[in-house]
């Protein structure tokens, strides 16, 4: 319970880093150090929010796996292409982009019950998923400037996960137990 909160709070402290580093650069022009905050804060706070997600997932469970996995495997491979410049890599981003979503819908049209995680869940995806690839393959700066919607989400989605679960409740503190 304790580590689920302090996870949160670096989420947080890492989300409200990355917009300070965003609203800089917006009100007070280009600066690195700026950047850096923006850049960073948001990605480790995406990366931090991914983990509490995936590891609390039925997603592997489920049969609609098949669709996702690959999406997942291809998309990796297709981002690690085109670090390297290797021909393929625009092909690959793009089919991961249309099996990840598709199979994700897949999979939330047939879970019930439905949630308000689930949805959350299946908003970020389908949001993040067009935003990614246009951002990785360069489509122009609409991708990059709703970027943040997405990154929005997916804290909403990690908050709301964490706070359901009851991670987030009140514990007492025994006698000399700091928090």
Not at 88 to 101: D, F, T
Request: hydrophobic share 60%.
């Amino acid at each position: 319970m304790k580590d689920a909160r302090i996870l949160l709070y670096v989420l947080v402290i890492l989300i409200v880093v990355g917009l300070i580093g965003l609203g800089g650069n917006q009100l007070l022009g280009y600066s690195p150090v700026l950047e850096f905050l923006e850049i960073w804060g948001f990605r480790l706070a995406l990366v931090g929010s991914l983990i509490v997600l995936v590891a609390h997932s039925s997603l592997f469970k489920s049969w609609t796996a098949f669709l996702v996995v690959p999406g997942l495997l291809v998309g990796l491979g297709g981002v690690l292409f085109k670090i390297m410049h290797w021909p393929l890599a625009n092909q690959m981003i793009l089919i991961a982009a249309g099996l990840i979503p598709i199979g994700y819908t897949i999979r939330f049209a047939l879970k019930r019950p439905i949630n308000r995680n689930d949805v959350l869940k299946w908003l970020f995806v389908v949001t993040y998923c067009p935003l990614a690839l246009g951002i990785l393959l360069h489509w122009g700066d609409f991708f990059l400037q709703w970027a943040f919607v997405s990154r929005i989400l997916l804290l909403v989605t990690a908050i709301d996960f964490l706070l359901t679960r009851g991670y987030l409740q009140a514990q007492p503190l025994a006698k000399g137990e700091a928090l």
